[in-house]
């Protein structure tokens, strides 16, 4: 089984609200990475767990507040975010290691947008 | 710094016939990963091949093969008789050892296969 989900798969929300985007897998992965892409552009790295502990954050503004429950599940807390946070997001597991051997895979995301 | 570029914007053809499309990368590790991941419409990457920097050799998979040549830094994937379902866009992307968790992307490659 080499399946990430995610949900919602779409979501709207107000820049006052406070919502979760949530991803899940089951290949038994220990590292999980959180991207965010905008519309032609590459995914740009925001978070990775390795084990359950945040092991690198690309700066991202608090307005996104990650967790990891557990070895399976990743979570994206979003408040008082901005229309130019409106983008595709993406849950991504991998096998742990540092040496960057292993290949990702990928949910099929949850595309927000702020209004 | 590790970079990867990828020309080639968007890539128009018909139906039958073979496309390549082109992957530069740069990286001061000798030891390293080459990875092509598929994102059709509806938004998930897929990933296709993973190839480390010590294995040269070029690899066929159905009507997918990939030429990674280190003597110039380039690593291209061959679609041979394209079909409309290989519409999407096309990341090359780099991990290494200085890298290690974070995944380095190419700006994509669109390809349009009309039928």
């Known amino acids: 089984d080499t399946e990430v989900t995610q949900t919602p798969k779409h979501l709207v929300m107000g820049m006052t609200n406070k919502k979760s985007l949530k991803c899940e897998q089951h290949m038994g992965h220990r590292a999980m990475y959180w991207y965010k892409q905008k519309a032609k552009k590459p995914p740009e790295l925001m978070f990775v767990?390795?084990?359950?502990?945040?092991?690198i954050n690309e700066s991202v503004p608090s307005r996104f507040s990650p967790e990891c429950p557990n070895s399976s599940l990743l979570n994206l807390h979003l408040h008082a975010l901005q229309p130019e946070d409106s983008a595709l997001y993406l849950c991504a597991s991998s096998q742990p290691q540092t040496g960057g051997r292993y290949e990702q895979y990928f949910g099929p995301g949850t595309r927000l947008t702020v209004t | 710094a590790q970079k990867v570029t990828q020309a080639q914007t968007e890539i128009s053809v018909v139906e039958k016939e073979d496309v390549t499309l082109d992957c530069v990368y740069e990286?001061?590790?000798?030891?390293?990963?080459l990875f092509w991941y598929k994102q059709p419409p509806s938004g998930e990457l897929v990933f296709l091949i993973r190839r480390n920097s010590f294995d040269e050799q070029n690899e066929i998979s159905g009507r997918y093969s990939w030429n990674f040549q280190k003597s110039t830094s380039s690593f291209n994937f061959t679609i041979t008789a394209s079909q409309v379902v290989d519409s999407a866009v096309y990341f090359c992307a780099l991990r290494d050892n200085t890298g290690g968790f974070k995944t380095i992307f190419g700006a994509g490659t669109r390809l349009f296969v009309k039928a």
């Open positions: 990286t001061r590790d000798t030891t390293y990963y």
């Open positions: 767990y390795s084990y359950e502990k945040l092991s």
